[in-house]
């Protein structure tokens, strides 16, 4: 092996990031969110980054992976999948059985947290991999297809700002049709964006649907997305389905479960789309063969790394199925990992979400930028982000200080600050 190419140390530092008062099914994102940045650091004097979810469930398995990597390659990504299985046992990982309030990501449990937790082991290798060898990312993953990464805006229903606590932001509520096309048209006024995704679930049906149709007439033509995370029943997916047909570019997750999924496939001609009844490849047979899905949103977070969200990519092409590519609160680190993989993916045919212009805070040194809704695919060495050590330090001394409160992301528990009563809904919830 290659000293130079060997892990001589490993940097975890969880981070808690603000987060605007964005709604869903489950309650309301709290007023900062956890993070972890994981650094990989060579013999060679070589320091790559990576990202991933802060919660308690995460950062147990973390650590110990942090521990039993040093003196391991660089280039040793297959071995971080038996390594994680062989240290992290999952007997302090939280097993669900429900959908995951924090992601909304679907049925949650220790295998799926260890692939969360490796991949962003993985990206920081393979940063620290492409800044030895003078590589971008996209080149050791086969080379890029395409030389910038459209994004689609991420509309939510939101609060003008936190009950409690929190950073304050210009934005403004957005509780009803007007306030989402209004955010619609500062989202392609700043960023240029083209087409546009809406977080529901969180208003009756009819009162989504609304917002949808008016999102349809402010911007005719441009592809709109629906996604209310699970929180309908079969007959109420297909109502809206039936009242926004030649509408929607696809509805996301209406219902929960594969079965139910397939259930609203059988039945109408809008496309479905899913990043919680397939997140692991062990997921793929059901729903492909019942036709549940006809679009996978990929997450390398959700999969293990840009190797495993390749493999998804080359399975929807086998299956005829499309791909596209879920996001959930992220920093600058995720993002460039993100625009790397797609951008070697081939007939990647629909726009990527991002949460990223909601987030105000980053940890690295210069904030990525939409130009007409796309991002460019670096080609500096690595990733082609630095960390800033003032604000990781800045964002790390929060989480210490931290009561605990945040540590958790818990948007029930943030949906009660503002509103004592409330209870998660079950789902599902119409």
């Known amino acids: 092996m290659n000293t130079a190419l060997a892990i001589e140390d490993i940097r975890l530092t969880p981070v808690l990031v603000s987060d605007p008062p964005l709604l869903n099914t489950q309650g309301v994102h709290q007023p900062y969110t956890p993070r972890l940045i994981v650094e990989v650091v060579t013999r060679g004097g070589t320091t790559g980054v990576g990202e991933t979810y802060g919660d308690g469930a995460y950062l147990e398995p973390a650590r110990s992976l942090a521990e039993a990597l040093p003196g391991r390659a660089v280039t040793d990504l297959n071995g971080l999948f ?39 082991f993985e ?9 030895t060898l003078g590589l971008p990312v996209h080149a050791l993953l086969g080379g890029k297809v395409r030389d910038s990464v459209e994004y689609s805006a991420y509309l939510f229903y939101r609060w003008a700002h936190h009950p409690q606590g929190g950073e304050r932001d210009d934005w403004g509520a957005a509780l009803d049709p007007a306030g989402i096309v209004a955010q619609a048209r500062r989202f392609a006024d700043t960023y240029g964006f083209a087409s546009f995704k809406l977080k529901g679930g969180v208003f009756p049906p009819d009162q989504e649907i609304a917002a949808i149709r008016a ?39 209406p219902t929960s479960g594969t079965e139910s999924m397939a259930a609203v496939s059988a039945a109408t001609d809008v496309p479905l789309a899913t990043n919680m009844c397939v997140t692991t490849l062990a997921e793929v047979p059901e729903a492909f063969a019942t036709d549940a899905v006809q679009i996978v949103l ?20 086998t299956f005829g199925v499309g791909l596209s590519m879920h996001s959930n609160t992220h920093l600058g680190i995720s993002l460039a990992a993100m625009t790397h993989v797609a951008a070697t993916v081939p007939g990647l045919a629909y726009a990527c979400d991002s949460h990223y212009p909601w987030q105000t805070e980053d940890v690295i040194t210069e904030r990525h930028t939409f130009t007409d809704g796309r991002l460019p695919v670096s080609d500096v060495p690595g990733l082609g982000v630095e960390l800033d050590r003032d604000r990781l330090a800045a964002l790390h001394r929060r989480w210490l200080e931290d009561d605990g409160t945040h540590r958790e992301r818990d948007d029930a528990a943030a949906m009660r600050r503002g509103d004592p009563e409330w209870v998660a809904p079950a789902i599902p919830r119409w």
Not at 84 to 105: F, I, M, Q
Not at 301 to 317: D, K, M
Request: charged share 25%; with cysteine; hydrophobic share 40%.
């Open 82 to 120: 038996a390594l994680a299985d062989e240290v992290c046992d999952g007997s302090h990982a939280a097993v669900d059985d429900r959908v995951d309030a924090g992601g909304l990501r679907g049925v949650r449990n220790a295998g799926k947290i260890r692939l969360s937790v490796v991949s962003a």
């Open 123 to 131: 990206v920081a290798c393979l940063d620290a991999l492409g800044k």
């Open 215 to 253: 999102l349809a007439e402010a911007f005719p033509g441009r592809p709109l997305r629906l996604d209310p995370n699970g929180a309908w029943s079969v007959p109420t997916s297909l109502y809206v389905a039936d009242q926004l047909t030649g509408v929607l570019e696809y509805l996301e997750d």
């Open 298 to 317: 990929g997450d390398h977070h959700y999969w293990g790394g840009l190797h495993r969200t390749r493999e998804l990519a080359a399975l929807c092409r």
